[in-house]
């Protein structure tokens, strides 16, 4: 029984090949692809519940594909996880800044990239899992929990998971202050090895995607991110 659908996007066959046997050794379903244009393609085709993607690919590069993916009604809901060669911050970044939940750098470990699958999908299944309230306001900021929708004054705001997730802690607790680490574990699970950096740049992301009210998402320098509570 394959415990979900996992798109795997490399141009390197060797490396293709073993993320694959590593990934169906674990129970998973697999979709190849070789060319970003290929990804497209699949992930239209065959509605994957994650896509792996290699950021340096052939013509259409792996930032380009996670682009395109993000702008898609169809495929904007799929977690992308990057595999990069690089572990400058620059392609890390752009691409946590596009939509990508999570990113892995080589050489990696194959249990690693299983573990990262798991948790990204986990922390999927457990957002559509209904809460107590399915609705929150803040300020002008409405979510939606059950329908994964995020609006503002009215006008809905398209986020990744990762951003919803990092939100719906926040406007859970509003007025709290929680560190990087502390939104690190909240929305990911404790010990995850992500940089302190990564939450940064999804706080950016979101102050940005919800306009006039990002102004309420605080830093709290020292100590790390608010969103001020409603007076």
């Not at 939509?99 to 948790?119: C, E, M, N, Q, W």
């Not at 699970?189 to 992500?194: H, I, K, L, S």
Request: negative net charge; proline residues 4%.
């Amino acid at each position: 029984m394959a415990y979900g659908k996992v798109l795997v996007v490399e141009d390197n066959p060797d490396i293709l090949e073993l993320v694959a046997y590593h990934l169906e050794a674990q129970g998973y379903e697999v979709v190849r692809a070789m060319t970003g244009e290929n990804a497209l393609a699949q992930a239209g085709k065959t509605a994957p519940d994650l896509v792996i993607l290699d950021v340096m690919l052939p013509g259409i590069n792996g930032l380009d594909v996670c682009r395109k993916l993000k702008q898609q009604e169809a495929t904007r809901s799929i977690p992308v996880l990057l595999l990069t060669a690089k572990s400058e911050d620059t392609d890390i970044i752009s691409g946590l800044e596009l939509g990508a939940d999570d990113y892995i750098t080589k050489p990696f470990s194959p249990k690693v990239l299983v573990a990262r699958v798991r948790a990204v999908l986990r922390r999927v299944s457990e957002d559509k899992i209904p809460d107590a309230a399915t609705v929150l306001q803040v300020h002008g900021i409405t979510m939606d929990t059950v329908r994964h929708e995020v609006t503002v004054e009215g006008e809905e705001v398209a986020v990744s998971a990762t951003e919803f997730a990092i939100l719906k802690h926040l406007m859970t607790n509003p007025g709290w202050v929680f560190s990087r680490n502390q939104i690190i574990d909240a929305v990911r699970g404790g010990n995850y090895p992500v940089t302190e950096r990564s939450v940064d740049v999804q706080i950016l992301g979101l102050r940005k995607k919800l306009a006039s009210q990002g102004r309420h998402i605080e830093t709290v320098r020292g100590v790390g991110y608010r969103l001020r509570s409603v007076s």
